[in-house]
């Protein structure tokens, strides 16, 4: 039983620019939870996403938006980036209260 | 305010001896504490957590976590530490109405392993 995948694995983008991160969750599991994590900190909460709506949202601007798809799978767009979102950007997936996280995907924004 | 305070930011152990990792929490509600281990450039591991019932519980690799309610907190520790130990250590609070509600960090105590 494949966990939780990301990709890529690895970004690099200039200011400015748009970005599209992937998540395919655990077998079974139909929530899934974005997390940015910077460097030397604890991830902070993005948005949930169930049954293709998002269900809550952190304190991040509306340049971070994401959709989940019929499959579960969902994506994370950051629009217009600054440097300042250079960071590890986790995905998590659950079926009730407990997260299963995915491998990350570090993003660098120059 | 909802919170997660991880007063150690690094530890440094000898291999063999005993673990404790500190955790305080402040939740409106009953809460939900959760235990991760994240290796360097690596996702989240969950080591153990805790919903309701026995306070003390165990997790993998041979962890366990007390909940204490009065002190709002949630230590970690082990026993005999390995070298293989060695990583980032996350305390986090979650629960809510919804089923899977948000989970909120601490700051992470990283551990060190002295042979």
């Known amino acids: 039983d494949a966990g939780v995948t990301q990709s890529p694995t690895h970004l690099i983008k200039t200011r400015g620019q748009q970005v599209t991160l992937r998540c395919s969750p655990k077998s079974g599991h139909d929530t899934v939870s974005w997390y940015q994590q910077a460097l030397g900190q604890g991830p902070q909460f993005i948005f949930q996403y169930y049954e293709e709506e998002e269900r809550q949202r952190g304190n991040f601007p509306d340049r971070f938006s994401g959709h989940q798809f019929p499959n579960y799978s969902s994506e994370l767009n950051v629009n217009a980036l600054l440097l300042g979102d250079s960071a590890l950007y986790l995905c998590?997936?659950?079926?009730?209260?407990?997260?299963?996280f995915g491998p990350g995907t570090r993003l660098t924004v120059l | 305010a909802q919170s997660v305070t991880q007063p150690d930011i690094h530890i440094t152990v000898s291999e063999g001896a005993s673990l404790e990792l500190r955790c305080n929490y402040s939740?409106?509600?009953?809460?939900?504490l959760f235990w991760y281990v994240q290796s360097p450039g690596q996702g989240l591991q969950l080591l153990l957590k805790y919903f309701s019932g026995d306070t003390l519980v165990q997790g993998i690799k041979g962890f366990e976590a007390e909940f204490k309610r009065s002190q709002s907190s949630f230590n970690l520790r082990k026993p005999s530490v390995h070298w293989s130990d060695a990583a980032e250590y996350f305390c986090a609070v979650g629960g809510g109405s919804s089923n899977t509600g948000k989970l909120i960090f601490g700051q992470g105590t990283t551990l060190q392993v002295k042979p």
């Open positions: 939740y409106g509600a009953t809460p939900y």
């Open positions: 998590a997936s659950s079926l009730w209260h407990e997260q299963f």
